[in-house]
């Protein structure tokens, strides 16, 4: 969430079973400060997005995440 300074993150739907759980999300911000190198293009952000999750002894053992890139660039104005 760094280089959003008004980010919002809301969680869709969280479900699971065992030591497995999936987080459908959604991120929204206004892209004003420096993201993974990329500076601020001054451009609002609206993604969705899927967690997986395996828990290990009540703890996050491991977190994978998934969401369009394209789509992200494309919002930031870095991609046509």
Avoid: C
């Amino acid at each position: 969430m760094t280089g959003f300074s008004d980010a919002e993150f809301t969680f869709v739907d969280i479900f699971g079973q065992g030591d497995k759980l999936v987080k459908h999300w959604n991120f929204r911000g206004t892209h004003d400060g420096d993201f993974f190198g990329i500076p601020p293009t001054g451009k609002s952000l609206n993604l969705y997005g899927t967690t997986l999750i395996l828990m290990e002894d009540g703890k996050i053992k491991q977190e994978q995440d998934f969401f369009d890139n394209l789509d992200m660039l494309t919002q930031l104005g870095l991609m046509e």
